[in-house]
């Protein structure tokens, strides 16, 4: 008797059905909650089918690249799980861009469909090369979609079940670097890649039905598409959305809400830790707090716990090209290894090796690789790039790091942001931790630049706290208590802000211009 033929949908597993299932287990639970919107996960799931639905009258089949420039909303997660469902690929572009970067990235994905809201109309459109029925309006957080241009409900199309045989190494979305390079990079991550990803967030950022969450960095952003509210609604959770990361905004939501799980940058944590409201407000529920994108300073970090005392603290630690978090730092991990970002998580094998791809020993530098079912497939038209990063049958991160002797590791720098001088390498971040001890300062960054003696000199950045004034001899001083004398600053810059990006990550190189 022949084999018999099986249906593809018999093990399908996509994001498109990962929401269906969500959908089934919890029916009546709040999934989104943004502005006056509320969506349970009933009323979610159909509204990706009808918006997958809608994308296919379109013209938008499998495959084809759907890029989103707009701040958070319901709206873009609807689209999000509407693209998904019917194969095609979701292209989050970061709204901060200028128009000829934003051009770049909506050519060279070759976007068939742009989404904008009115906070990026005029950038979106200026940057759009093709026809102008592909463009559609978004509504923001308490804004109608603009004016000028399709709304989103013409996406809106017939009720019924829009999901074609999605493979789950599919093509999910390509998301673009922050262009540390003269150009971003497109990361291909497939269905699978994301999922297996949502799994190990899930267990080790420990997830669960209960949670409240807020979600209120860039959704263009993986770190809180896919490292935050996509575990969220695989378990059934309660995802609050904002578009504004201030303090203002924040505090009373978490507030509102009781929130119990929130992410942000130690960037952001910080300015919560300043702001007058957070002593007016009760936290107390917030049980679950999670950070990236650097390494929260000591001082911050004891500050946070001592005025939330039942937080427990997770550092997040990975990047676009793996979904992206690779490491994770347990709360209780926290007090032996505060500046580790810890060890791989479930699904992630992480080593650090030294040029020739052997492993460092115990407290030497090296550069972290990775595999993982989590990583990305490639670069989106730039099989160069793809393989040098894959180069050794590993995925190079570009973090330069130290590994002890049970695994933990501890992010030296990025390879960029070593600085060389007087032939010494000085990890900016050794620096900047003992800055922070300094009681005046509110945010510091260090940075290498050119001079005739040092080739580069250590440069602090430095941003002073409500009330209190800095000076470069101070400062200078109080590293040379703390620091190698070869790792102290030979300036210090004192600035209002420095600069970051929307997810709250300073940019460095922005500072080497400046200073």
Known sequence: MAEPTLSPALRQQSLGTMLRRSALRHKDRVAIVCGATTWSYAELDALADRIGNGLRAAGIGKGDRVAIIARNSHAFMALRFGVARIGAVLVPV?????????????????????????????????????????????????????????????LIGAEGEAEDPVDAEDLLQIIYTSGTESRPKGAMLTHSAVLWQYQSCIIDGEWDAGTVALHALPLYHCAQLDAMIGPGLHVGCRNVITAAPSPDNLIPLL???????????????????????????DLSHLAKGYY????????????????????????????????????????????????????????????????????????????????????????????????????????HSGDLATIDAEGYITIVDRKKDMIKTGGENVSSREVEEAIYLHPGVAETAVIGTPDPVWVEAVTAVVVPRDGHALDEAGLIAHCKARLSGFKVPKRVVVMETLPRNASGKILKRELRDLV
């Open 292 to 395: 990236g994108a650097s390494i929260m300073p000591g001082e911050v970090l004891r500050e946070i716990r001592e005025r939330i005392p039942g937080i427990r603290l997770w550092n997040m630690y990975g990047q676009t090209e793996i979904a992206p978090v690779a490491c994770t730092l347990f709360p209780e991990e926290h007090d032996a290894r505060p500046s580790s970002c810890g060890r791989p998580v479930l699904h992630v094998s992480t080593r650090v090796v030294d040029d020739a791809m052997d492993d460092v020993a115990p407290g030497e530098v090296g550069e972290v690789v990775h595999r993982s079912p989590h990583l990305m497939t490639g670069y989106w038209r730039d099989p160069e790039k793809t393989a040098a990063a894959f180069a050794g049958g590993w995925f």
């Open 94 to 154: 970061n709204f901060m861009l200028g128009v000829e970067d934003t051009r770049y990235i909506l050519d060279h994905s070759g976007a068939a469909l742009l989404l904008l809201d009115a906070t990026t109309l005029e950038v979106g459109l200026a940057a759009w090369s093709g026809p102008a029925e592909a463009v559609y309006g978004l509504p923001g957080e308490h804004a109608p979609p603009p004016a000028g241009i399709a709304s989103w409900e013409a």
């Open 255 to 281: 507030a509102a809400h009781r929130v119990n799980s929130f992410f942000a940058p130690p960037t952001v944590w910080i300015s919560l830790l300043r702001s007058p409201l957070f002593d007016r407000h």
